[in-house]
């Protein structure tokens, strides 16, 4: 079974390859349940934008392209970590690039959470306007949260903190 843990992996075609197989654990993981989070919270930010009169405000449109650009790429992360994608393309620094986009993911909402609180408008004559941009800009702040705690985590991965020197040595050489 392909989704469960220590399951038979399915191998069709030539000798050495195999099909991509669920992580579960990394489900279970702070790094994967952070992602999830980022996944949904992200969601609503711009479902929350998108749904209102954007287009007349320049600094929504900061909003929709920081919540939509880091969705994508963070759904992508979390396909690549729940397949194992990132053991067959094991050139890559995964640990290295996963700080890097919390890192920068973390920066880029903070201005968005400050652009989005900043442009709301108690005084909105379309009322249903303000209540979708004033949650989008808390879940922004909540989205911004986790990937901040994704840099801390995804950096001590980086880092290799949370291992003794024989587990890394066992999987430096594997």
Do not use: E
């Not at 000798?15 to 579960?24: A, E, I, M, N």
Request: with cysteine.
């Amino acid at each position: 079974m392909a989704g469960m843990p220590g399951g038979a992996r399915a191998s069709s075609g030539p000798p050495g390859t195999s099909l991509p197989v669920l992580d579960v654990s990394f489900l279970l993981s702070p790094l994967g349940g952070l992602m999830v989070a980022q996944v949904v919270l992200g969601l609503l930010v711009w479902a929350l934008i998108a749904d209102t009169t954007y287009y007349l405000h320049a600094a929504y449109g900061w909003v929709m392209f920081v919540s939509i650009f880091f969705w994508i790429l963070t759904v992508l992360f979390f396909v690549i970590y729940l397949l194992q994608l990132q053991l067959k393309f094991y050139i890559i620094p995964w640990p290295l690039l996963l700080m890097i986009f919390n890192a920068v993911a973390t920066t880029l909402y903070v201005t968005t959470f400050v652009t989005c609180a900043a442009a709301v408008q108690p005084t909105s004559w379309r009322q249903w306007d303000y209540n979708r941009r004033a949650a989008a800009s808390f879940f922004a702040c909540l989205v911004m949260i986790t990937y901040g705690v994704s840099t801390f985590f995804s950096f001590r991965a980086w880092k290799g903190l949370g291992s003794n020197a024989a587990t890394s040595q066992v999987t430096d050489r594997a």
